[in-house]
């Protein structure tokens, strides 16, 4: 008779912070639940159904048929999972396909018997939600977000975190092959065109492009692809002005074969591809922009930031993640605020104080793995990890901090080596050193951080502790201060 080890609990409903939206697009339709912090929610699940709502759009105004029967088994599905899960709000969205559809209100019918109520936004609606994604994710954005989907093309200036002027134009992936089969030169005479009526012609001045949308991420994971760039994260993820035309020109000459070799290359993304290199390539010499930057938010964490009161919009989304996560995996609560006080005395005036805070949030999150691969774990969250507001660069540097401060070396592992410099390696390889040094003077207790302080004085790294305290500082704790004082080139001393 099988025995039972141990009997897990019933699956506890969603937080009351649980919340889904249900995207229904043009190409795709897509239910995401959030849960966690107001400021930047963690995804608990992610489906879509790739029903191809818009793709006869062009030719017969009409959804298909076939279509709307794919629509209507999602909606379906995503209805009974959102109730199963019991979330506490579902918010269903619309877009150009349903928008422009002679017959969308046989959407809305099918979502409307499942419970659904869908709000269908306009396309100005469509391009300030995109650009509040991006906004949220990167708060420093100043450039144009560029938001394509099946059925349109959203663009929306962002700049100082606000939300300037906007257009919503005709040009969906699913309406590009159509253009294209015109002849040599069509896609691009149409986007000058739309792009001048608009008043958008020569508007990106070389500024960035913001690439919003999956057929826009799937370009950028190919090029990672093709650079070797040694970290597979989409966000964040910058083109440079060319590669929209080498994309073009590789993917006209690619099988479908050779395109799933692209790891994560979503196989339903490949038939549009090349129509959506081509608008991208045309879109960016029209514009003037930029290099292009991939956004792994848009629509749906837009309509999320935008229910924000401002406070928790000026909440910086990295700490805030970082936060969070060290709350779950860490053993010490709000111990990474004051560990982030209290190494700061030692590097005043250096840059990326942001960087080195969330390394203070995410100091213990290697605790609970085996002893010998501690280091690593905290490399992999760093550098894995579902972050916004960071770079390729930043996440090295996050993870040079995490590797030493969990016990790894000072040496820059691979493949930060290839994403940050020398320089910035080894500063971040300080802070890991001070946070450990900090972690074992105190094991963990707010007390002994809270009653002294470490500072650089007069050629030495100095920690000063009150006497009574001075049973702390003993065996290692010793040998972490000269450590941490020979990568400073200074000589340990205890005052106090």
């Not at 918010?91 to 979502?111: C, K, M, P």
């Not at 799933?260 to 290199?277: C, F, G, N, W, Y």
Request: with cysteine.
């Amino acid at each position: 008779m099988a025995t039972r080890l141990f009997r897990k609990p019933a699956a506890a409903p969603m937080s009351p912070h649980a919340r889904a939206i249900i995207d229904i697009g043009s190409n795709s339709i897509r239910l995401v639940v959030y849960d966690g912090p107001e400021r930047l929610p963690a995804v608990m699940f992610n489906e879509k159904v790739m029903a191809g709502l818009g793709r006869d759009l062009g030719e017969t105004g009409r959804l298909s048929e076939d279509a709307l029967s794919l629509a209507g088994d999602g909606l379906a599905r995503f209805a009974a999972l959102t109730r199963a899960m019991r979330v506490a709000s579902v918010r269903t969205v619309a877009t150009a396909a349903v928008r422009e559809a002679s017959n969308g209100d046989a959407l809305i019918a099918l979502a409307e018997a499942e419970g659904l109520e869908v709000d269908i936004l306009s396309g100005e609606e469509e391009a300030e939600a995109a650009g509040l994604g991006v906004l949220s994710a990167i708060p420093e954005a100043d450039g144009i977000v560029g938001d394509l989907g099946g059925g349109s093309l959203e663009l929306i200036r962002v700049k100082d975190g606000a939300l300037h002027e906007g257009v919503s134009l005709p040009l969906g992936v699913l309406r590009i092959g159509a253009i294209r089969a015109k002849g040599r030169g069509a896609l691009e005479r149409h986007v000058g065109k739309l792009l001048g009526k608009a008043g958008w012609a020569g508007q990106g001045r070389a500024l960035p492009l913001y690439l919003v949308g999956g057929s826009w991420r799937a370009l950028a994971r190919i090029d990672m692809h093709l650079s070797d760039y040694p970290l597979p994260v989409i966000h964040g993820y910058r083109l440079d002005e060319g590669a929209p035309t080498h994309l073009l020109r590789v993917l006209s000459h690619s099988s479908k074969a050779r395109l799933k070799e692209v790891p994560s290359l979503s196989a339903a993304r490949i038939p549009t591809l090349v129509d959506a290199a081509a608008l991208l390539s045309a879109l960016r010499r029209q514009l003037g922009a930029g290099p292009m930057v991939a956004s792994a938010f848009g629509l749906r964490e837009g309509l999320l930031y935008g229910a924000l009161d401002e406070a928790q919009r000026r909440e910086d989304p990295l700490i805030a993640a970082a936060r969070a996560e060290g709350a779950v995996q860490g053993r010490f609560a709000e111990h990474g605020d004051l560990l982030d006080r209290w190494i700061a005395p030692l590097f005043a005036g250096e840059p990326d104080a942001r960087l080195r805070h969330a390394a203070c949030l995410l100091a213990d999150v290697g605790w609970r793995a085996n002893p010998e691969f501690r280091a690593e774990r905290g490399l992999d969250i760093a550098l894995h990890g579902n972050w916004v507001g960071i770079d390729g660069r930043g996440r090295a540097m996050l993870g040079q901090a995490l590797f030493t401060a969990l016990g790894g070396s000072a040496g820059a592992p691979p493949p930060c080596d290839r994403l940050a410099s020398a320089a910035d390696l080894a500063r971040a390889a300080r802070w890991g050193q001070a946070i450990r040094f900090a972690q074992r003077l105190s094991a963990g207790l707010a007390a002994p951080l809270e009653r002294s302080k470490v500072e650089l004085l007069e050629g030495t790294l100095a920690l000063t502790l009150p006497i009574a305290d001075h049973a702390f500082y003993a065996d290692t704790v010793v040998r972490r201060h000269k450590q941490l004082a020979t990568a400073f080139g200074r000589m340990p001393v205890l005052l106090g």
